[in-house]
């Protein structure tokens, strides 16, 4: 079975500076999708950058990138210039393109990340 | 993007009372939709599956029965908790998959209170 794992239930970081939340998972398919959803206190959940398994670039959304490692099935999140407003839940998650697994996702624990002004 | 709405945002209710969720994607078709639990500073659990006009697949220690999950079209489907009690009170977010493009889009949720 898939597992997707977050190490670190809570992080700070100072404005404009750079943090980097990971995330590791395993599975033992090849063609999978990797996703980052942000939380915030709303509680509303929104995706922040999602990655193709099959593509080696890794994805990139503004301030937001991934280092995605396939062999080593790592998918950290870089967040550069911090600002206030990135302070939120962020979840790591995978799903499976298989039909059997009716596309659901597979969730990490979640990192609380506090940007500190 | 995709919209997905969610109502109502918050409710609260008696012991024993049933209480109805409803989820809509507002400009796409949502050939499936996932209804997830999510308890305060905790991930996201996965309740249950359903895909348009068939019935939920429910996980793993979640009552049908109390959980009535129904997507009778491609924009709609609904949660009612049965007979709510306290142990109910969480808050319950929807999302729907818009099939093909492996993304997934998300309600803004709904706090339930059981008194």
């Known amino acids: 079975a898939q597992t997707v794992t977050q190490s670190q239930p809570e992080m700070s970081v100072q404005e404009a500076e750079t943090v980097t939340l990971s995330c590791t998972y395993d599975t033992s398919e090849n063609n999978y999708y990797l996703f980052w959803y942000k939380q915030p206190p709303s509680r509303q959940m929104i995706l922040v950058i999602r990655?193709?398994?099959?593509k080696q670039q890794n994805a990139t959304e503004n301030r937001f990138s991934v280092n995605f490692q396939k062999a080593a099935k790592s998918f950290s999140l870089k967040i550069s210039d911090s600002q206030l407003g990135d302070t939120a839940m962020y979840f790591c998650?995978?799903?499976?393109?298989?039909?059997?697994?009716?596309?659901?996702?597979?969730w990490g624990l979640g990192t609380s990340l506090a940007v500190n002004p | 993007g995709a919209v997905v709405s969610q109502h109502p945002s918050r409710v609260i209710c008696k012991s024993g009372t049933s209480v109805k969720i409803e989820c809509r994607s507002l400009?796409?078709?949502?050939?499936?939709m996932f209804w997830y639990r999510q308890f305060p500073k905790k991930s996201l659990m996965l309740m249950a599956t359903?895909?348009?006009?068939?019935?939920?697949?429910?996980e793993q220690g979640v009552e049908k029965d109390k959980f009535l999950i129904n997507h009778a079209s491609l924009t709609l489907s609904t949660l009612t908790v049965t007979s709510a009690h306290p142990e109910d009170s969480s808050f319950y977010i929807c999302?729907?998959?818009?099939?093909?493009?492996?993304?997934?889009?998300f309600g803004s949720g709904t706090q339930l209170s059981v008194l």
């Open positions: 990655q193709e398994a099959y």
């Open positions: 400009d796409f078709q949502a050939t499936t």
């Open positions: 359903s895909n348009e006009g068939s019935k939920a697949t429910y």
């Open positions: 999302s729907a998959h818009t099939g093909g493009h492996e993304k997934l889009f």
């Open positions: 998650a995978f799903m499976s393109p298989n039909a059997g697994n009716n596309r659901k996702l597979i």
